[in-house]
Every structure is written in structure tokens, then in C-alpha cells.
Nanobody, 124 residues
């Protein structure tokens, strides 16, 4: 059983930056592909990005490419989401997930464990 806890959300003005963290415990962190998803009010949860087990591959949805960066520190059992040039449309609850199989990383139902989420609000 893996527990995931996100932190780092908050209120920021458009153009600003935030760094989200997702700390894992209770499992072998390095054996999971890690993903970030978000859900805005009234919308479906959507894929934001993912990082492979050894961090040699990262994947992003088109709307965040060039602005968001995913990284991980397997020694600290933590995955990060650096968000720059934030826009009001980035406002959402951001959650991290752990994917044991490592494939189909853009599909939320492929993830085995989830954190509770952290709110990100971008004001215009």
C-alpha cells in the first residue's frame, strides 16, 4: 500500500510559479511511474504529466508543455511538478498518482494509488 501526500498548492497571480510536491510512503517508490492530474470545477479530471520510474522519460499534455516540469527524487520518495507562467485556466485541484505497470500513463484508471490533492488557484 502506497500513501501519497501532495503539498505546495496555493493562490498565485497569472504569470507566477508554484512547485508542487508529492511524497510517497509505504512502497517501493522507484518501481512506479508517477503522474500528475488535475480537476477543475465542473470538468473531468485530466492528465497533466508523468515521469518514468528512472526519470529518463517525461510526458506532458500539450497545454502545459514548456511551462510545467516534472521531476522526481527516488532517494526522497518524492515527485515534483514545477509550474511556471501559470494561467487562470490552470486553476484546479492537482493530484499525484502512482502507476505500477508504467504504461498508458495518460489514463487515470491505470493508476493504483492517489493522493488527496492540493488546490492551485491562479488569479487573473
Amino acid at each position: 500500500q502506497v500513501q501519497l501526500v501532495e503539498s505546495g498548492g496555493g493562490l498565485v497571480q497569472a504569470g507566477g510559479s508554484l512547485r508542487l510536491s508529492c511524497a510517497a510512503s509505504g512502497g517501493t517508490f522507484s518501481s512506479y511511474t508517477m503522474g500528475w492530474f488535475r480537476r477543475a470545477p465542473g470538468k473531468e479530471r485530466e492528465f497533466v504529466g508523468a515521469i518514468s520510474r528512472s526519470a529518463d522519460s517525461t510526458y506532458y499534455r500539450d497545454s502545459v508543455k514548456g511551462r510545467f516540469t516534472i521531476s522526481r527524487d527516488n532517494a526522497k520518495n518524492t515527485v515534483y511538478l514545477q509550474m511556471n507562467s501559470l494561467k487562470p485556466e490552470d486553476t484546479a485541484v492537482y493530484s499525484c498518482g502512482a502507476n505500477r505497470r508504467g504504461n498508458l500513463y495518460w489514463r487515470a484508471n491505470e493508476y493504483d494509488y492517489w493522493g488527496q490533492g492540493t488546490q492551485v488557484t491562479v488569479s487573473s
